[in-house]
């Protein structure tokens, strides 16, 4: 069964700089870049929000809510089948769990709900 693999994640200090992977595992053979991939996260109490997607028809990037915007970039290499979520001047308020997750549509959504393909979580703990 295909599965997705975040990692990458990790503790930095507020103005640091992580790099998130999504792999996919579990079946040799399968690409990604059929898929539309997003990026969610998840912080204590609160729901799971969408924090950016790529297409695969085009590569057209998206981000959700003005907080990442300019900080956060996210990406595909078609090649080593992975997308990559680049987070630069992070701040404590971007700690959480954050998941990719992949949907074989063509329309970027922030919806979990759109999404079929969910990996495990990668934890990022941002400190003041």
């Known amino acids: 069964q295909v599965q997705l693999e975040e990692s990458g994640g990790g503790s930095v200090q507020a103005g640091g700089s992580l790099r998130l992977s999504c792999a996919a595992s579990g079946f040799s053979g399968f690409s990604l870049d059929s898929y539309v991939i997003s990026w969610f996260r998840q912080a204590p109490g609160k729901e799971r929000e969408g924090v950016s997607c790529i297409r695969n028809s085009d590569g057209n990037t998206y981000y959700y809510g003005n907080s990442v915007k300019g900080r956060f970039t996210i990406s595909r290499d078609n090649a080593k089948n992975t997308v990559y979520l680049q987070m630069n001047n992070l701040k404590p308020e971007d700690t959480a769990i954050y998941y990719c997750?992949?949907?074989?549509?063509?329309?970027?959504?922030?919806?979990?709900?759109?999404?079929?393909?969910w990996g495990q979580g990668t934890q990022v703990t941002v400190s003041s």
């Open positions: 997750a992949g949907d074989q549509g063509i329309v970027c959504s922030n919806f979990p709900l759109e999404y079929d393909l």
